[in-house]
């Protein structure tokens, strides 16, 4: 998509230094305090308060690795830089935002739901800025519907079937309640 758009690098820029945090933090002194206190997790919200987390966590990635914030970032890139240009810095931030925070709010309200594939979602902490990423995915895949995308980055196939096949893979994800990714709710919910 070319180089990075404004709202886009300083998206990228606050992502990799809440990592480089949070990453010094566990490697160095054992402590996931940025997960524990920016992560989405819907009991410490209902019971604690914490609403700040429905923002937060779009910035908290696992500490355990790059791949988790290296995948969100280029599909930031990848999508958000068209998009920007598109719907100027100011409309771009303001559907990243819906779409992060709508997507924090779903799943907080999923996980309240009386279904064992749900059960899962209440205690357990969502990080990361998927929830964001699928909706750029589904806006983007909206607006250039005959692009070419590398889906699983090996087979070329057209933004909005690609789309698609993300949105169905998170649906069956999510309703099987095997899958260990609470964060399924979360994709699914950044994609409406």
Known sequence: PGPMTPAVKAIVMANTAVFVVHFLLFTFGGSNLIADAFGLTPQTL?????????????????????????????????????LERRWGTRGFVKYYAITGIGAGIATALVSLL?????????????????????????AW???????????????????????????????????????????????????L
Do not use: C, K
């Open 114 to 138: 009386p279904f064992d594939a749900t059960r899962g979602i209440y205690p357990a902490t969502t990080i990361g800025a998927s929830g964001a990423i699928f909706g750029l995915l589904l």
């Open 46 to 82: 209902f019971q604690g308060g914490r609403v700040w987390q429905f923002v937060t966590y779009m910035f908290v990635h696992d500490a355990t690795g790059f791949m988790h914030i290296l995948f969100n970032m280029l599909a930031l890139w990848m999508f958000g830089v068209d």
């Open 141 to 191: 895949a909206l607006l250039f519907p005959h692009r070419q995308i590398l889906f699983m980055f090996i087979f070329p196939l057209p933004a909005r079937i690609a789309a698609t096949l993300m949105g169905g893979m998170a649906f069956f994800s999510a309703i099987s309640g095997r899958n260990s990714s609470v964060a399924e709710a979360t994709h699914l919910a950044g994609l």
